[in-house]
């Protein structure tokens, strides 16, 4: 058996080879440039209507074309097109050069009968045959010669000879050969130029750079992405930043303060090149801006000082003069999302209330571009500060929200609005319309609940039970059916109710299925909260961010008195939105009750991240029960066995209580009945001094 190796000089397995390294290569990054994304999908949301347009709307329009340009990954598609033809081209040459490829000969195809066939079968076919393609009895149709005629016979003899000799047929069934095992060659899927004195040099060259450089800065860069950026898209060293910056004492302001840390990135390379733009930031918020504001500005410096300026001038609706300090205002905006999210999570890991809440309300002015302390009524299209003062000063000294201002009838928010210096009515209109579509969710009950029992007990899986609807400013929802204000237990058969998949089913649900909170680790320890098969959520009226977003709820108890948060938050994201019929939602907070009896007093926070002056509030009370405070048999006697089972003539010997056998009671005569109680009864005051802790214990 000799040994060949062969190189490939008419390249037709090169375009195999090819093909296999170029599909190693684009199956993965096509997969992860059109799967489906795992964040809530943005595109086919329903928006709030409104023809308003703040006055920089072609930067904030342009803003948005730019980051749409980023998403779509233009250098990743043109590689996946390039790549793709390619491919497409290598499976062209393998399926060209196959055709050419000479056929392995096979007896069996060349006489039409299958392996297993008998030689007395090989035989009678083989007769079958020579009367039809013997050169003596042949007959030639169309294009056929006597030569071809012959040379099918020869064939034909030569298989059939093959297949009725019993050493040539089993040598073809071993080896696929009639000489038995033959000597093979290995095809080397390169020409052999490749590694000619001439071109071996540049072949190593090109094989060095691919597997030496350029294979290992890819996988590197991938590696070490993932390991640059937090959960919230942060990088590490912003998160560092802010978390050196973070206080136990933020509010809203002093979070605007810290989330200025994070533009090092981006504006400490350019820090030579925007010397006066402080100057210029400055003047054009002064008016507009807490004395506070301006006095932390003066203490800045660099980059941090410009970051700082941008995020007050964004939330203040400043339009600067220059383009390129518009453009930097917004982008500034939309990363500061991301930054408030990280700290948000280091507010978290603290349980601190109230830098909780100051960043929960930081994400509000940032997505609807209004300091802290300002108007929510900012938030209605066509509204101004002005205006916003006009309508103020006619109720209360404090800011309103939409909820009271829509509660007013339609003739005195006419009277407050339209005129001079005020609203159109069309404009009126437009933002009567908006204010009837932000969705507010309204807090029909909320109560503690362990599933399967009446009551909560210590340490037992406690759930927080809300009951919620979405009620728009100025609709007066009809009255809640006190039937879905119930919470039913899952029936035991129920396996997906019982672990937390789908709620059960209640006779009172008409509307569509609500779906349990799904825990996460997104935010620490809170749930994410998605129902599927309803409509897609409504995205922000947020006409001067520069980003389609989603609102969320979050939902977390605390301790008013200590400051701090107790139950983790529970981030509602998803609910079907059927303004129309006002239905009631359930949202399930889970936790651990306390290890103790008594009442425990919580206040719940119900905030939104996305619109001002809809948060909740409220006190609750959970009420821990201990095991023995409720009616029923206390453990002992539920533990009691029957005197004729093992269990009960065991505790007999040892003079515990037994319970009477249904037997006995039954079949027994009146006297044994009587001896029997009266044996129970002696027995049970031998084992009186015996058992006083018990009996003592019982009656506490």
């Known amino acids: 058996m000799s040994t060949d190796y062969n190189y490939d000089e008419q390249g037709q397995f090169f375009p195999y080879f090819v093909a296999t390294m170029l599909f190693l290569t684009l199956a993965p990054v096509t997969y992860s440039t059109f799967a489906p994304s795992k964040q809530v999908g943005l595109q086919n949301n329903p928006r709030i209507e409104s023809s308003f347009k703040p006055a920089d709307y072609d930067h904030i329009e342009q803003h948005k074309r730019k980051k749409r340009k980023e998403s ?24 060209t050069s196959s055709a050419l490829t000479p056929q392995i000969w096979d007896p069996y195809s060349i006489l039409g009968i299958s392996m297993s066939a008998s030689e007395k079968a090989i035989k009678s076919h083989y007769r079958r045959l020579s009367i039809k393609f013997h050169p ?22 030569k298989a059939y000879k093959a297949l009725t000799d019993e050493e040539i047929r089993k040598n073809y069934q071993e080896y696929g050969h009639p000489d038995g095992k033959q000597s093979y060659s290995i095809g080397i899927a390169l020409p052999q130029w490749t590694i000619a004195d001439g071109s071996k040099y540049y072949v190593l060259a090109f094989y060095g750079v ?67 733009q402080e100057h210029i930031i400055e003047s054009a918020i002064k008016d507009k801006v807490p004395i506070g ?70 994400n509000q002015n ?21 205006l916003c003062e006009k309508i103020e000063e006619f109720g209360a000294k404090d800011h309103w929200t939409i909820q009271r201002f829509m509660s007013l009838p339609d003739e005195k928010r006419r009277q407050l609005c339209i005129g001079k210096d005020g609203l159109t009515e069309e404009q009126y209109k437009e933002a009567i319309s908006v204010a009837q579509k932000i969705p507010i969710l309204h807090v029909e009950k909320a109560f503690f609940k362990v599933q399967g029992d009446k009551v909560v007990t210590p340490n037992a899986i406690c759930h927080l039970v809300l009951k919620v609807r979405v009620v728009p400013a100025g609709v007066k929802p009809p ?33 569509a299925s609500e779906k349990s909170p799904i825990p996460t ?36 108890l605390a301790d008013r008195r200590a400051g701090r948060m107790i139950i983790a938050p529970m981030t509602i994201l998803q609910f079907p939105e059927n303004t129309d019929n006002f239905q009631v939602q359930t949202f399930k907070l889970q936790f651990g009750a306390p290890p103790n009896g008594g009442e425990v007093h919580f206040q719940m926070h119900l905030v939104c991240d996305s619109y001002l002056g809809t948060d909740y509030k409220a006190s609750i009370i959970l009420k821990v029960d201990e095991p023995g405070m409720f009616g029923g048999r206390d453990e002992d006697e539920i533990s009691e066995p029957e005197e004729d089972s093992i269990a009960g003539v065991m505790a007999s010997a040892r003079g515990q209580k037994v319970k009477p056998s249904p037997y006995h009671s039954h079949h027994h005569d009146d006297d044994d009945s009587d001896e029997d109680d009266e044996s129970d009864t002696d027995g049970e005051q031998d084992d009186g001094s015996a058992t006083d802790t018990d009996t003592d214990t019982d009656e506490e």
């Open 366 to 386: 940032l997505v609807q571009a209004i300091q802290p302390g300002g108007s929510p009524l900012l938030q209605l299209p066509h509204f101004t500060e002005e």
């Open 521 to 556: 680790n997104e935010v620490e320890k809170s749930a994410l909260v998605t129902a599927t098969e309803t409509p897609l959520p409504t995205l922000t009226h947020a006409p001067f961010f520069p980003a389609a977003t989603l609102p969320k709820w979050h939902v977390f």
């Open 210 to 276: 691919m597997f030496g450089m350029v294979l290992p800065y890819y996988v590197g860069k991938w590696w070490y992405g993932t390991k640059k950026y937090t959960k919230d898209g942060v990088l590490m060293e912003t998160a560092g930043r802010l978390f050196k910056a973070f206080e136990e004492d933020c509010d809203e302001k002093k979070s605007i303060e810290v989330l200025s840390a994070g533009g090092l990135e981006k504006f400490q390379k350019d820090e030579k090149n925007f010397e006066g």
């Open 293 to 362: 504001v301006m006095k932390t500005l003066e203490k800045m410096d660099g980059w941090k000082r410009k970051t700082y300026g941008l995020l007050w001038a964004y939330m203040t609706r400043t339009k600067f003069q220059d383009a390129k300090l518009d453009a930097e205002k917004l982008d500034v905006a939309q990363e500061a999302v991301s930054w408030n999210n990280s700290l948000l999570s280091i507010a978290l890991a603290y349980s601190i209330t109230k830098p909780i809440l100051s960043s929960m309300r930081v």
């Open 136 to 157: 003596d009895k042949v007959k030639l149709q169309g294009n056929d010669t006597m030569e071809a005629a012959n040379e099918r016979w020869v064939e034909i003899t």
């Open 479 to 511: 009255p809640v059916d006190p039937k879905d204000l119930e919470d039913e237990d899952p029936a035991e058969d129920d396996i997906d109710a019982l672990i937390g998949r789908t709620p059960p089913k209640s006779k009172a649900q008409t509307g």
């Open 72 to 95: 779509r990954r233009i250098k990743r598609m043109i590689f996946l097109t390039l790549g793709w033809s390619l491919f497409s081209y290598m499976i062209y040459l393998i399926v």
